[in-house]
């Protein structure tokens, strides 16, 4: 790929598992960009370890490909709502995007925002029917949910003006085909390709000017280049050790030399002597840049307008680990390392903000959701880190003198059966009915209105109800008059009174408290949570009894100890579990929950 071919930046958004990474592979894998007996792996673009076990795509993506004289920048960005940074972030970067929309499930609540904040920018926009192989595809009525969303969205931006003479692509990306119209042949990505390359999406706006100029929208790190700061060129052109000006955040302008120039090429990069306005660059000798900041020419020294992005709406305190058994599982123990990774996760994502406490040990830590602070203390864990996790809390306003929280709007696609247990389940947490629609036979899309501290926790429970077989997506729709006092959860606790190795003995005697969190064999202390109890309050158990030796036998053999399997013990499970006085605490290899208290003589078992 050279510099003289036309250029496109362009991304793909969608809602989460519409389809998007698998959309990339097959784009690269068909456009030639490699060997044709190059082996690929599938989801090649969710190249992080978490992102490969959970399916999903957690940081956005740079891939680049040509076709037909164009070079074609691509963008892969996460659908969950709780990454929404990113998209922020990759829409600046970008003149269009591919709206995926799934054939079945139509458009969600991430399509509505990304959507929204495509429009916003003005963005070029084309719309893919993806999995319009699924048998319980319905086309047509996904068409006009996407026209209509359409609508409403111009409406509600004020761009009333905005073209709605949008194209629309049909796909199967994992079957590798799309096609302009449902009658056309089923033959390879071909079609959509074209679109891509044609003159519907504009070249990069660039200013007009000499004098070098880019946002920083992303931060990369080379083991041999040192600190990167990723962006697209907003004006003029920048050459390999020329001088430039960091403008950053607090308004000083810092001197810096260009070490290192290097653009997107297939899944890789490819260095360069030079790059012109337009195109999406790494940049390496800028130190101490973060996102948002400007790398200006030194002949005019002007900042671009910094990233905003939407604020945080939940909180989550952090703390070094304070266990009895802390030290034996992890590497890093100290408040200085921990405090130091979090600052770091910071300078990568916008939407994360930290901040000290007037404890020492412990720190504050804000985002878009639960989820994306527990990959965020799934990557700390990984690293090799022990530490402790609060019960994340939703952040207030107070607006006009009255308090004010953060609302969702939650869509759920259920079995008609499950429809009164998830209402009831949503109505407890003062979450308002706003939309219930038929899905076909034997299905109902469900639409509530709820607090998002009336979500917390609420996820597994959903799966629960609706036996793995509902979908439940949200996203955040602005803050609302306070709606009332929520038990953060129903039952109590089943606590260990004492330290030691738990028992089958004592655990199968313990089977009518409630549910257990713990196997046979684990080491306990005094005041680690074992168990959900089956009554409100928390109760106090001896877990590491043993069955005296000297206890007379009365029938030929012992009773058979058979123990329930146990529920597996995830970062976000426990996160959503816990109570405003417990802590979760996290090591490299293990999962557990305690009081903040310990001692039993310290702390009362009655909830309130």
């Not at 390496?284 to 990233?307: F, H, K, P, W």
């Amino acid at each position: 790929m050279t510099q003289d071919l036309k250029l496109k930046n362009l991304a793909i958004v969608a809602h989460v598992d519409h389809g998007k990474t698998t959309l990339v592979d097959a784009i690269l894998k068909q456009s030639e960009t490699f060997d044709s007996r190059e082996e690929l792996e599938e989801r090649v673009m969710d190249s992080g370890e978490l992102e490969k076990e959970r399916g999903i795509t957690i940081t956005a993506k740079n891939c680049a490909f040509s076709w037909k004289g164009a070079k074609i920048n691509l963008l892969d960005t996460p659908g969950h709502a709780d990454f929404g940074g990113e998209v922020e972030r990759s829409l600046m970067m970008v003149d269009g995007i591919l709206l995926l929309v799934d054939a079945s499930e139509g458009p969600l609540p991430q399509t509505r925002f990304v959507l929204g904040k495509a429009m916003e920018q003005n963005l070029k926009i084309a719309v893919v029917i993806n999995k319009i192989d699924r048998p319980d595809e319905r086309i047509e009525e996904v068409i006009g949910e996407v026209e209509d969303l359409f609508l409403e969205l111009a409406t509600l931006l004020g761009k009333e003006d905005y073209d709605l003479d949008i194209p629309f692509y049909y796909a199967s990306a994992k079957e590798g085909y799309a096609k302009k119209s449902l009658s056309d042949q089923n033959d390879n990505l071909h079609p959509l390709l074209d679109f891509m390359v044609s003159d519907f999406f504009p070249e990069p706006k660039v200013e007009k000017g000499e004098n070098f100029q880019l946002l920083v929208t992303n931060l990369s790190y080379s083991n041999y280049l040192g600190p990167q700061v990723i962006g697209r060129i907003h004006r003029g052109v920048i050459k390999k050790h020329q001088s430039v000006i960091l403008c950053d955040k607090s308004g000083q302008n810092k001197n810096q030399k260009i070490s290192n120039i290097q653009i997107f090429d297939a899944l890789g990069t490819r260095e360069v002597q030079e790059a012109k306005a337009g195109e999406i660059v790494i940049l390496s000798g800028i130190d101490n840049g973060m996102i948002g900041d400007t790398v200006t020419s030194r002949e005019d020294v002007q900042a671009l307008e910094r990233i905003e992005i939407d604020p945080p709406t939940v909180s989550v305190t952090v703390s070094v680990n304070t266990s009895p058994g802390s030290g034996r599982e992890g590497e890093y123990l100290t408040s200085r390392k921990l405090e130091e990774f979090l600052e770091n996760a910071c300078r990568h994502n916008v939407a994360l903000k930290f901040n000290p406490t007037s404890d020492p040990k412990e720190f504050e830590l804000k985002g878009r959701g639960e989820l994306q602070l527990a990959i965020v203390f799934e990557e700390v864990r990984r690293a090799g880190f022990e530490l402790m996790v609060a019960r994340p809390e939703v952040l207030f306003k107070e607006i006009e003198g009255k308090k004010h929280e953060p609302f969702e709007s939650v869509v759920l696609d259920v079995p008609n059966e499950d429809v009164g247990t998830v209402t009831e389940a949503l109505s407890e947490r003062k979450g308002k009915m706003v939309g219930l629609n038929p899905l076909g036979e034997t299905r109902t899309r469900l639409e509530f209105e709820v607090p998002s501290r009336g979500l917390i926790g609420y996820r597994s429970k959903f799966l629960t109800d609706t036996r793995g077989d509902g979908l439940m997506s949200s996203r955040f729709i602005g803050h609302s008059p306070y709606a009332g006092d929520l038990l953060a959860r129903q039952n109590g606790a089943i606590i260990s009174d004492r330290q030691g190795k738990s028992t089958p003995y004592a655990l199968f005697n313990l089977l009518s408290s409630g549910k257990q969190f713990i196997e046979p064999g684990e080491a306990v202390y005094e005041g680690q949570v074992v168990g959900e109890h089956s009554k409100t309050n928390d109760v106090n158990v001896n877990c590491v009894r043993e069955k005296h030796l000297s206890s007379v036998r009365t029938a030929g053999k012992d009773q058979n100890i058979v123990l329930p399997p146990i529920q597996r013990r995830t970062l976000e499970w426990a996160m959503d579990w816990i109570d405003n006085d417990e802590w979760v605490e996290v090591t490299p290899k293990n999962i557990r929950i305690r009081k903040r208290s310990l001692s039993k003589n310290t702390r009362s078992v009655i909830r309130t």
